[in-house]
């Protein structure tokens, strides 16, 4: 089952302009983190952040969690025609330790264009 | 490795027939993930390995699936009597001791006709 969902399934924007998506998620995490993936293969690992941080930042990458909301967003500025990709947060199971077993959200497919 | 290899990275099969992934994690990574994602969904976990065991298999969806991992680093997703439904690209995953961030492959296509 999906832990969380993403929002918006899918955006289009320019090169240059920003892109905000958004994840909510159901139950109590220690973490959040998010995920790019090309053309439905092999996914990377972009961010992670943690659940007593609130914002982190990475490149031009920007990641904002609300425990309170169960919710995150991952904000990408001046985005370039290569960050196209589907984009995915994941949450670890609270009791698996320092497991990595990883239940993702639905992804938005983001498309940037010339 | 570099990175996690999976191999092959596109299966074609025929419905009934038998057959095996292979996934080569990151070389000193102790614990290993299977997933499975079918078109338009995120992955959903399969089976977790810490070293030899499988630590958690409650993601297998039935008793035609099965993985080992004989020797604590090369693992192997084994799929009996393959149906249409089983048609997705399956990923494996890996990462360090005292990490939660995975480092995937680039998957296997398994496309059963």
């Known amino acids: 089952s999906q832990q969380g969902e993403e929002d918006p399934q899918a955006l289009s924007i320019q090169e240059g302009e920003n892109a905000t998506m958004n994840c909510s998620y159901k139950?109590?995490?220690?973490?959040l983190q998010w995920y790019r993936q090309n053309s439905g293969r092999g996914l990377v690992h972009l961010i992670l952040?943690?659940?007593?941080?609130r914002e982190k930042h990475s490149g031009r990458l920007r990641v904002t969690l609300d425990t309170s909301k169960k919710s995150s967003s991952l904000l990408i500025t001046a985005s370039r025609a290569a960050d196209t990709a589907s984009y995915f947060c994941a949450t670890p199971l609270l009791n698996t330790g320092t497991a990595s077993k990883l239940t993702f959200g639905t992804g938005t497919r983001l498309q940037v264009t010339l | 490795g570099a990175g996690v290899s999976q191999t092959p990275s596109n299966k074609v099969t025929e419905k009934g027939k038998y057959v095996e992934l292979r996934c080569d994690p990151i070389s000193g990574h102790t614990a290993l993930y299977w997933y499975r994602q079918s078109l338009g969904q995120g992955p959903e976990f399969l089976i977790y390995?810490?070293?030899?065991?499988?630590?958690?298999d409650s993601g297998l969806p039935n008793d035609r699936f099965f993985a080992v991992r004989p020797e604590g680093s090369v693992s192997t997703l084994k799929i009996q009597r393959t149906e249409r439904g089983d048609s997705a690209v399956y990923l494996c995953?890996?990462?360090?001791?005292?990490?939660?961030?995975?480092?995937f492959g680039q998957g296997t296509r398994l496309t059963v006709v």
């Open positions: 995953a890996s990462s360090s001791t005292g990490r939660t961030e995975a480092f």
């Open positions: 139950t109590s995490i220690n973490n």
């Open positions: 390995f810490q070293g030899t065991g499988a630590a958690d």
């Open positions: 952040i943690r659940s007593n941080e």
